[in-house]
């Protein structure tokens, strides 16, 4: 064969293996048995979502009683399995772990030793949950040893060595220092200290001198120079200063593992850090190398801890190191809530953040805004769950929850959308939707065998489901649930790319409480729910500088009576709210027969008669009986 020829051949083949490993693979049916999944189809896109529910005493392999799975190039992610409704899955031990299952869940009756992280110890000496009828019960709890340590001590001109900033460590951790370079730490005995009883033994004094090179490997095994030997507690704990055991190298050294190709990745160049200091010092340092740096006197690094660690990835910094002013605060954490990051991942002294709870949450107190105060944070919101949230929605036969996965906490005004499984049609175009309403859901759908799956809208497409079945704001905000929130999505399994994003103007503003009923290359129509009424024009509209023109809003129109709580006398309400639109009449039961209240919403208060007779109302001889307060004050009428 000549050489053009076979230049010829390889020129054919490369392109098909090219293509193929390009190329992403569709999903088969899932072979879920015991259950069944909405949409149910032969073949799904890359990418596609099915959502799946289990047969009765059977419950889905994941938290919730429905669950999806996304095809990610020809296999389902995570595999969609029925288990009993008995077993249990897994759980997080805050500051604990344990021995995962392989299956992923657990039967019942079974035990689970938990062992807890370094510095936290079992409280009450319990060390094992056990799962007990579909749920975990005597699930340890971790606490903070008394006898674990805190910061190791600051020391100028040095850093710690194999170990990065933690809040706790365990007794009889052992952390190493090392001076930058030109210092020298005076005494052999005293570049490593101890965790004994929940105090750090004294650390290094560095001196100008020749310069660090006297320390050991952080984590090689080998005890340091000079009689530096752990003194032991009799309490244990682990060796704190390198990998446990594993294989390290020097600290900054990057010596590449075997078998990588020194081509694939780039090296660093030294830190452009001011004001601070690296160790270990040099020009240039290998892909994955990592230094560790600390700051000068009323300085610190730009995370948490008053030394840090940056590992070169690839010609890069990660992350960057950086000095802040000591009075300055690292970005933190807020439990079941978020804020507006800075740019520079810090914030400077008596700057201050608002923070915004996560749907179902609200400010404990009303205080929505934390301030940093001389380098730490003060009056920090706390988010707390609504009282008017909900959590699982009701389980129904033979339907699952589209367009949502399970979450713990719903929050007030939330919708969500069934779907019965193929073969079966919900009863009533007006209950394919609950909504969440002063923490109870509304009631769903049942669904009978007919002729199936045809009864409902896509999830989150941003149309309100057939049957007029808006959702009532009870005015405390809330997320529409049943979507991601006014952004584009598919119908769920379609694996068709979404179609609702101009190329122009971006994503749909969302509105409360309304939705896009209308959509053109250059504008949208808006509409509320069916308890709500338009102000504003309905048609937005993208400009010429590429951002859509202000959409309007929904305003509540409607009064809300909680048979719970109402000061209306005899009322016979079975159970659930009820809701009565703005200017419209409701005849409400009394106790006993042939006799009604008439209420009336007006301007977001109701006006409500005695108990009268039928005849009485219709010859319109039955007196009001009184006022309610505004609407905000649902369920003191």
Request: glycine letters at 12%.
């Amino acid at each position: 064969m000549s050489v053009g020829y076979l230049g010829f051949v390889l020129l054919l083949w490369f392109p098909g293996v090219l293509h193929a490993h390009n190329e992403t693979q569709n999903c088969t049916a899932s072979s879920l048995s015991q259950g069944y999944v909405v949409p149910e189809q032969k073949t799904y896109l890359h990418e596609a979502t099915l959502t799946y529910a289990c047969d009765n005493g059977l419950k889905p392999a994941v938290e919730g009683w429905w669950a999806t799975s996304k095809c990610q190039n020809g296999k389902w992610s995570p595999d969609p399995q029925c288990i009993d409704e008995k077993a249990c899955v897994s759980l997080t031990i805050p500051n604990g772990n344990y021995d995962a299952s392989t299956d992923g869940w657990y039967g019942d009756r079974d035990k689970i030793r938990v062992k807890c992280d370094e510095g936290y110890e079992h409280k009450d000496h319990d060390a094992a949950a056990q799962c007990s009828d579909g749920a975990w019960v005597s699930v340890p709890i971790c606490e903070r040893s008394t006898e674990s340590c805190g910061d190791p001590p600051k020391k100028k001109h040095a850093v710690i060595i194999g170990k990065g900033y933690q809040e706790v460590f365990a007794a009889s951790s052992k952390l190493q220092y090392k001076c930058e370079d030109g210092y020298t730490a005076e005494g052999a005995d005293t570049k490593t200290i101890f965790c004994i009883l929940g105090n750090w033994t004294e650390g290094p004094t560095c001196k100008v001198g020749t310069g660090g090179r006297h320390t050991t490997s952080a984590g090689s095994g080998v005890q340091p120079a000079g009689g530096d030997r752990i003194p032991d507690t009799g309490h244990g704990g682990a060796t704190v200063g390198g990998t446990d055991g594993g294989d390290t190298t020097s600290a900054g050294s990057g010596r590449q593992p075997a078998g990588r190709a020194h081509n694939e990745t780039q090296n660093c160049t030294a830190s452009s850090l001011s004001q601070g200091y690296v160790v270990p010092e040099q020009k240039t340092y290998l892909h994955e190398a990592t230094l560790t740096y600390a700051c000068d006197n009323g300085l610190k690094p730009a995370v948490e801890g008053w030394w840090a660690t940056s590992k070169c990835q690839n010609g890069k910094w990660s992350p960057d190191p950086q000095c802040i002013d000591e009075k300055a605060c690292v970005s933190l954490t807020i439990p079941n809530g978020n804020y507006d990051a800075s740019t520079d991942g810090w914030y400077g002294d008596r700057d201050k953040i608002r923070v915004k709870c996560d749907e179902g949450y609200e400010h404990k107190d009303h205080d929505a805004t934390a301030q940093c105060s001389d380098g730490a944070w003060v009056s920090v919101p706390i988010c707390e769950r609504s009282t008017e949230s909900c959590g699982d929605p009701p389980k129904k036969k033979h339907a699952v929850i589209i367009g949502k996965g399970y979450q713990e906490v719903f929050a007030a005004s939330s919708k969500l959308q069934y779907k019965c499984e193929d073969g079966y049609t919900a009863e009533g175009a007006d209950t394919k939707t609950i909504f969440c309403i002063l923490g109870n859901w509304t009631e769903g759908p049942t669904c009978k065998v007919g002729t199936g799956g045809g009864d409902t809208t896509s999830a989150g497409s941003g149309i309100q489901p057939a049957g007029g079945d808006r959702i009532p704001d009870t005015g405390h905000g809330g997320a529409t649930v049943g979507g991601t929130g006014g952004g584009d999505t598919t119908s769920a399994g379609s694996g068709i790319q979404p179609a609702g994003r101009d190329a122009n103007c971006g994503k749909h503003p969302s509105l409360l409480n309304g939705d896009v009923v209308e959509v053109s290359r250059t504008s949208l129509k808006y509409e509320c729910n069916g308890f709500y009424t338009l102000e504003g024009p309905d048609i937005v509209t993208c400009q010429s500088n590429g951002k859509w023109t202000e959409p309007p809003s929904c305003k509540a129109a409607f009064c809300v009576i909680d048979p719970a709580q109402t000061r209306m006398a005899n009322l016979k309400i079975s159970q659930g709210l009820v809701y009565v639109k703005e200017g419209l009449n409701k005849y409400i039961p009394c106790r006993w027969p042939d006799s009604f209240r008439l209420v009336q919403c007006i301007n977001g208060r109701i006006s409500y008669t005695y108990c009268c007779s039928g005849n009485d109302h219709y010859y319109r001889s039955c007196p009001v009986e009184g006022w309610t307060e505004n609407r905000s004050t649902v369920g003191s009428i």
